[in-house]
């Protein structure tokens, strides 16, 4: 079959869509419409006191909605430098916007930010081609190269002490950061600490196999 026998075959096919009675997706769109109506109609019209309690909770939700919104945006203050400045009836964001950096990056030095940009830079770097080459048989050397290089070069990063990198002391590091900070060090320790205790319980000897066992019941059974 020729290219042009096949493209009008492919506008013939699409040309059949658009007409009534012939199948294809107008009629599968409608068919999902229909069990959409029929859905509401069962759980939330199923009986007049259903149908009454939905209408009543969509108002409720609708009014308690428009309300937010007055509140959070149309009748909100976004400039000032102070409490003088914000408007009783909305929302004041003012001290939201003067204090986001003390959000993302705590008391870190304005003049060394960038470093904190750096670092998240590098660990997406590393984590990407773990996440991403699951099949790769690369992937094992970037894992060990987040588990060690990544952490290094991160730390260089945020706490400096070298030439051209400021010493940034952790008591100035906060807000999102830090959370990220955390858990990227959490994760990245629990691997290789959950991979030695699941050898440790398959072990041999007797001391290290119960030290093991021991470990992961203990804190499994932790509330």
């Known amino acids: ?4 026998a096949r493209e009008m075959g492919q506008a013939a096919e699409t040309w059949s869509w658009a007409v009534p009675g012939q199948s294809g997706p107008p009629r599968s769109v409608s068919r999902r419409a229909g069990h959409a109506l029929e859905w509401v109609r069962k759980n939330l019209f199923s009986t007049p006191f259903n149908g009454a309690l939905t209408i009543v909770t969509v108002a409720l939700i609708a009014y308690v909605g428009q309300l937010l919104f007055r509140w959070a945006v149309l009748d ?3 400039s000032g430098t ?4 914000c408007h009783p009836e909305g929302a004041c964001w003012t001290f939201i916007k003067m204090r986001l950096p003390l959000f993302f990056v705590g008391r870190y030095p304005a003049d060394e930010r960038w470093r904190v940009a750096a670092a998240l830079l590098v660990m997406i770097g590393f984590c990407w081609p773990v996440l991403r ?3 790769s048989r690369h992937r094992g ?7 060690t290089a990544c952490p290094l070069i991160v730390a260089l990063l945020l706490l400096g002490g070298v030439p051209l990198l400021p010493y940034v002391d952790t008591s100035l590091w906060g807000g999102l950061m830090l959370d990220v900070l955390i858990s990227f060090v959490t994760v990245a320790g629990a691997i290789p600490f959950g991979i030695a205790l699941a050898l440790g319980r398959r072990s041999s000897l007797p001391i290290l196999r119960m030290l093991s066992i021991g470990f992961i019941e203990l804190w499994r059974g932790v509330p």
Not at 1 to 4: E, K
Not at 141 to 147: D, E, K, Q, S
Request: positive net charge; charged residues 15%; without cysteine.
């Open 141 to 147: 050397l970037w894992l060990i190269l987040l588990l």
């Open 82 to 85: 102070s409490r003088a400045a």
């Open 133 to 135: 080459e699951r099949h």
């Open 76 to 78: 909100a203050t976004l």
């Open 1 to 4: 079959m020729t290219a042009s």
